[in-house]
């Protein structure tokens, strides 16, 4: 069988419209997602996003704005959808937790879980939060009884509900992650996971009284409850795949990749493990946890009113710019800071300089010496300058794939921009438009030309996971299919092939000339 990959970002909790930050992780994933694609091929890769539509605060926000929960979480379900359309995010399921198919799925695994007997009832008290929708137990709470997160007063609470027994299961998910060190990774989530795995885990509520609220997915024993978000949110994951492929939940599912970020690392390496054991199911593969994306040196949140819109930016500054800039700032696992200012000059010295020059000498030429029509094929070895280009370019997008599969994404782009440096190096030192003031020079002028032409057609290649707007401009410009885009560098373009004239990819970014 072929090798299949399932990969998802979180699913995001609709109750504010995304920003640069969850934005982030989109591009992230998709940039892997698109990577992946390439080497294993377009159907055996499926990539999954979607919103987290009930509890609480969606009940809250929806009567805030005085209309039903559904109406609100259409309307910011779209938001999220077009956000991730405008950046080419190339998802192919985009679950909601209010479609029928997951929740009726839901339902299945709650009942899975009780067959088991992991699910009791029990009644309860504890001090609870509105905004995290979670209890808090007295030793978590800032001095003078306040939630951590919120920095505001919990309610005392007492209502029976349903319990998930974890602690079950925690022996074996420990187990687990020592057995595969990549499971969690990069590595300090790994550790930071075992040591919120070292104490017993407390069972988790995975109910709510209708009584208190009815915004939820009915349990499929007791009609007076709804399940809790949390619990109802992660099955997004596999929900609709698994709906329309009876095997996915057992073959592909455990090939899975979440991309998440650290502040939901707690529910992702102690509460999603044992409710897949606890539902028969198995492991996801990796959790591959981010850091936060900085504004201005400050934690960038829904809450905190620094929001700034991703797709502004894609109208700001063209597409794939955001892409390019996030991917290539921000180290993944780290927290990365973004300010405009450090976009324009990124934008002015990689995309306009490094990429856009290079992209237009490299045609302007071919179209003034020789009417854009290639007239050799390009040269591995010969003169040595030759040689330095084949070398640089041979296996760019094996090399590039290679770190975008351990996260590396910035260093994957550092990659590309050395192979567009010994480019634009090799015009230096070769000359081309010296030479060809010679006409008995021309034949070497035209190698030149093939070759340059041959190290733009890769690089268009090897950009399509940062930036698929742009590699589909440059891959046009040089008109190559499909199979001669993604062929090894000096196996692509042939004697005879003909370029298109240049157009400016990156047009430069007046800084005196912007507000
Ligand atoms: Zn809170």
Redesign the pocket.
Known sequence: MAERLHITTAIFYSNAPPHVGSAYEALAADAFARSRRRRLGRSNVTFLSGTDEHGDKIRRAAQAEGVPPRQFTDRLSAVFRRAWDGLNVSYDYFVRTTDPEHEKFVQQMLTRSQQRGDIYFKDYEGLY?V??ERFYTEKELLAGGL?P??N?AVERISEGNYFLGLEKYRAQVIDHIKRNPDFIQPERYRNEALNMLAEPLADLCISRPKARLDWGIELPFDSNYVTYVWYDAFWAYLSEPASRDPAFATEVFPTTHHFIGKDILKTHAVYWPPMLLSAGLPLFRHLNVHGWVNFGGQRMSKSSGNVADPVSYEAAFGPDVLRYFLLREVVYGLDGDFSEPRLIERYNADLANDLGNFTSRVLSMAARYFGGELSCAPALTGDAEDAALASAFSELVERVDAQIQTLAFNRALETIWQALDAANKYIVQTAPFTLAKDQAKMPRVAQIMSNLTEALRVVGFALEPFMPVTSGRMLDLLQVDEAVAAAPYGQGLKAGHKVKPATPLFPRIDKSKMG
């Open positions: 939060c905004g995290c939630c997160i919120h505001a």
